[in-house]
């Protein structure tokens, strides 16, 4: 790709981590390389076997159960952002190797804003991208101030929920948000 991009996809709407799969489709529809890491998510939604199973995908899952970080004690919160910090490590080392076209680091504005990674390092991602390398970016708000990550972004989208049946007690489905 000549001119790679930064997509950041956020907000508190259905969406964000499904445009985010279907830039990866095109790009693979393409021949291009692509990387994938999903912060604080499992590795077992529904997209993942599918996107993993792609020619040219490389997949990096998290290990082990992903807890909800307001749920655990301070010592336990430190623990994950530990085992997290080595697996974005590995991330980085391969984003800035310049061998992939496209980029996904879904949810990584909620690993932003609740301090499971540095701010100025995502900003040192987005600012050093590899030439040629489109990388997109996911996440909620949760009210915090996104400015940094919009300066250094060229689309901004913002998946605002309207209604979803998660207000009524719905649980996540199967195919649908999982």
């Given amino acids: 790709m000549e001119k790679g991009c930064i997509q950041l996809y956020y907000g508190d709407g259905k969406g964000k981590t499904t445009a985010a799969m279907g830039q990866i489709v095109r790009c693979v529809g393409h021949g291009m390389k692509v990387l994938v890491y999903q912060f604080l998510k499992e590795p077992n939604s529904g997209e993942v076997s599918v996107i993993r199973s792609l020619p040219g ?3 990096i899952a ?4 992903i807890p909800f970080l ?6 336990q919160q430190a623990h994950f952002r530990e ?3 080595k697996t974005w490590e590995v991330v980085k080392e391969k984003y800035y190797s310049g061998a992939y076209d ?7 504005i909620d690993a932003y804003n609740l301090g499971t990674i540095d701010k100025e390092d995502l900003h040192a991602v987005m600012d050093n991208r ?9 996440g909620h708000q949760y009210g915090m101030d996104l400015s940094e990550l919009f300066k250094r972004a060229d689309y901004v989208t913002k998946m605002v929920k309207e209604k979803h049946p998660f207000d009524e007690g719905m649980p996540c489905r199967k195919g649908i948000e999982e």
Wanted: glycine fraction near 10%; avoid cysteine; aromatic fraction near 10%.
């Fill in 62 to 65: 998290n290990e082990g159960q």
């Fill in 83 to 85: 085992i997290w910090g």
């Fill in 70 to 75: 307001f749920n655990l004690t301070p010592e």
């Fill in 102 to 108: 496209l980029v996904v680091l879904d949810e990584v």
């Fill in 130 to 138: 590899p030439q040629g390398t489109e990388l997109v970016i996911t």
């Fill in 57 to 59: 995908v490389e997949y």
